[in-house]
């Protein structure tokens, strides 16, 4: 975790040869799909990976857009356009705080924006496309910057979730250093599909 500043930074990144640094800016969610194909049109229902670089207000944004990346479909609403988010609050007299991480339709909220030119009035969430992918999940979650190892991680609503947690530089600190890793082992949650992970800390 590199930490900028106002008049601005250089930082020298250790890297090996066969390396290239990736710096992801806090505040973002990163979806990836991480198995190795030969083809991008091979991912088509590929699980994701979510990272999540908290900010020092321990928040977070991202988007996944999907189509069928052939056809023009998208134009008649064939699509699926996702907001995630981080919010956090802290809660009661013990001091807890708890993350809420939350996947919503966009697409539905607002369907102009979907598309180039504002060419759809309204959309089905049920449409063809998002049928196809429905079975297309986030298998990890990886949140990094976290304040201290969470008490409990579980689906709004659901069940626990297995998770592992490694110490390290919370999003919060003023100091550089290697940020604290909670890894969110398969939550099977749909990328198409409205939910909420909540991690209490």
């Known amino acids: 975790m590199y930490h900028g500043s106002s008049k601005g930074r250089h930082v020298t990144v250790p890297a090996d040869l066969h390396q290239l640094p990736?710096?992801?800016?806090?505040?973002?969610?990163?979806?990836?799909?991480?198995?190795?194909?030969?083809?991008?049109?091979?991912?088509?229902?590929?699980?994701?990976?979510?990272?999540?670089?908290?900010?020092?207000?321990?928040?977070?944004?991202?988007?996944?857009?999907?189509?069928?990346?052939?056809?023009?479909?998208?134009?008649?609403?064939?699509?699926?356009?996702?907001?995630?988010?981080?919010?956090?609050a802290a809660k009661g007299v013990d001091a807890t705080t708890e993350l809420r991480l939350v996947n919503t339709d966009l697409a539905s909220a607002a369907p102009r924006a979907a598309v180039e030119g504002g060419a759809i009035a309204s959309l089905n969430p049920q449409n063809p496309f998002q049928k196809d992918i429905a079975s297309v999940r986030v298998e990890r979650v990886i949140v990094l910057g976290l304040p201290g190892k969470p008490t409990r991680v579980a689906i709004e609503g659901g069940s626990e979730l297995e998770w592992a947690y490694t110490p390290g530089v919370a999003a919060e600190a003023k100091t550089d250093g290697v940020a604290s890793v909670l890894t969110i082992k398969d939550p099977q949650l749909g990328v198409a599909s409205d939910w909420a992970i909540r991690i209490t800390i």
Not at 30 to 53: I, K, N
Not at 73 to 82: D, N, S, T
């Open 22 to 88: 990736l710096l992801v800016r806090g505040g973002s969610i990163v979806p990836t799909r991480e198995r190795p194909r030969r083809a991008s049109s091979l991912m088509h229902r590929d699980p994701f990976t979510l990272r999540v670089a908290l900010d020092n207000s321990l928040t977070a944004r991202g988007e996944i857009y999907l189509d069928d990346g052939v056809t023009y479909a998208h134009k008649e609403g064939h699509l699926a356009w996702r907001g995630l988010s981080v919010d956090s």
